[in-house]
């Protein structure tokens, strides 16, 4: 192999390490363990190879390589000895139909192009390795993907499924200040494209909604922060969908579409009546600065009739974009 | 891609070939290779290390691998021929991902769904747990019926006729197109195919198909048609795009997040600019209008013509005051 200190050689003895406790039915003595992996040789010294192993043992139940330390008596009685139990190790012995490995695959590839694909491909191959999968053709043409393009997933994921409390810097909406939060994650939940986590706020002393896009740099643990317990009546999406969803509808406003216009109106709306090139609509709507908004965004095409709010909101809209660009384009009009 | 892979990513990723492998003896290396999503080269290397290997050093102790003449046999290695259970986050993936595919609206194999899921649960015990923390919601925003009719037309390569919204041009579309997928993306689902109206592939939002008729005709696309790259969003500028640069107040700033732009600069009172570049400018427009003065075009100048003029014609038709011609601003 290239060089004895590599990663391939590094590859090479923890591989060894595995099979050759996985292999043992008895724990096997560090200085058996030594003789047995030839990488070990390489040690200069008793305390280089001591410190070798215990980090080799560490990586590999990070792994999730569940290796147990055994006391196996023998010569001196505090000797202890390390093996790898086959039936924790294993993935159990579950034989999927070709049908569900085909509902799996489509799993897999929603992460395909996300942080989570190396894992997604990988956990869809330990399924398949048992046997050579038939090709069912059900579920073409639909193709579903998850996006996790927010830096602060990967570390916020972890948290989670941890329960690790964290502290990050947090950008609020409006004024775009940057506070720092710390946080004992809840749950993680994409809505409408977007990541949100929940938690309860240290600081505010409440539970909060947390977009991802909007954490500012790194995301830390918390070192030694107080063990939590996740409400078991917390459900993410509901709580995401209350704090940053839509309300209830609120009332009717009567607009006026000029013809051919104003289409996502028509769509909402009833006519109620056309006069010339205009149609009177009635269309329902959940909050006054939201229909402002749709309304402005057609410019000459629609007309708010009432409610007078959404209408002077409106033509605030209108005043605000016209007094801003007259600046620009010399106050001609 | 070893160039970054650390020792132990290899080791897991080594624990899962064997297994997949001493179950496909003799499969063709460039097979075996593309399915394991490594190059040929990555696989023999792998197989070279895998070859020195063993429980002990004799020679019957050692993994036997073999891959002369094209094909790779794996042997004598019992200890490690089942596959290590699933990390944490590999069974969060599949869980989340089922979930996630069992709330398609409209979707006919939900009890394969549930039966995988049942199955994957008793193979991971405890990660299940933690997966259940993380949720997504791909159901959003498309009626169950529509989302069948799309998907029964691309498996039965039938022609559709659309009537589409197009809200940028406030326009109901009427168009042919022969589906080649469906595809959910960032929750939104979408149609992709090729638009006899645009001789080109087209992504259609399914929220704004307002009918859809699977047609008796043949809907097979033509040959060069090919399948957008979803990577970077359903949005792909244009080298002859508009380039625009616009100012946000503080109240503005979530346009940056919410559109695709190429750069934002923050100034030390929280106001930024942002650089974009886009086909067609009347989505702007819209935009400008509802920000009421929170967002201001720097260029081009005949976007800043066009808003104020819509601006003031708008105001008419609201009989509203023209408000005394600005006097700087």
Known sequence: ?333 | MSTQETATARLARLLTMVPWLVNRQGIDTEQAAADLGISVEQLETDLRLLYLCGYGQMPDELIDAEWEGGHVFVSNADTIARPLRLGRDEALTLMVGLRALAAVPGLGERDTIERAMAKLEAATGASAEAASRVEVAIDEGVEAGLLADARRAVETHRRVHLRYLVPSRDESTERDVDPMRVVNLDARWYLEGWCHRAQDTRLFRMDRIESLDVLDVDGTPPADARLRDLDAGTFTPREDDTRVTLRLSRGAAWVADYYPVDSVDVAADGSSTVTLRTADTLWLRRLLWRLGGHAIVVSPPELARAVTDGALEALAAYGAADPAPASGR
């Open chain 1, 1 to 333: 192999m290239s060089s004895p200190t590599g990663p391939a050689a590094k590859t090479e003895r923890l591989l060894n390490l595995v099979l050759c406790l996985l292999y043992t039915r008895r724990a096997l003595p560090k200085s058996k363990i030594r003789d047995i992996v030839p990488q070990y040789g390489d040690a200069a010294s008793d305390e280089a190879f001591d410190r070798m192993f215990e980090r080799d043992k560490d990586e590999l139940r990070e792994l999730g390589i569940p290796l147990v330390t055994e006391d196996i008596g023998g010569v001196w009685d505090d000797e202890v000895g390390y093996r790898i139990d086959q039936r924790e190790y294993a993935l159990p012995d579950i034989e999927f139909e070709p049908d569900e490995l085909a509902v799996l695959g489509l799993a897999s590839r929603t992460w395909a192009h996300a942080s989570l694909a190396g894992p997604a491909a990988q956990a869809l191959r330990k399924l398949k390795a048992a046997g050579i999968e038939r090709d069912v053709d059900s579920l073409v043409g639909i193709e579903p993907r998850l996006g996790t393009s927010e830096p602060a997933f990967e570390p916020v994921k972890n948290a989670v499924v941890a329960q690790q409390t964290i502290s990050f810097g947090y950008r609020t909406g409006g004024q775009g200040e940057v506070n720092a939060r710390r946080v004992q994650p809840w749950g993680l939940a994409s809505w409408h494209g977007r990541w949100y986590l929940t938690g309860f706020d240290l600081d505010r002393g409440a539970p909060r909604v947390f977009r991802l896009s909007r954490i500012d740099g790194a995301v830390s643990p918390v070192r030694r922060a107080a063990p939590y317990v996740v409400p078991s009546d917390h459900r993410a999406r509901e709580m995401i969908r209350t704090t940053v969803g839509e309300r209830e509808v609120s009332g009717t406003a009567t607009v006026r579409v000029r013809q051919g216009r104003g289409q996502s109106l028509r769509r909402r709306g009833t006519a109620r009546g056309v006069e010339g090139e205009w149609t009177t609509l009635q269309v329902p709507f959940t909050d006054d600065d939201a229909l402002a908004d749709e309304v402005s965004g057609y410019g000459a095409d629609v007309v708010v009739v009432e409610p007078a709010e959404v209408r002077d909101l409106v033509v605030a809209r209108l005043r605000g974009a016209l007094a801003a660009h007259r600046a620009l384009t010399g106050g001609a009009a």
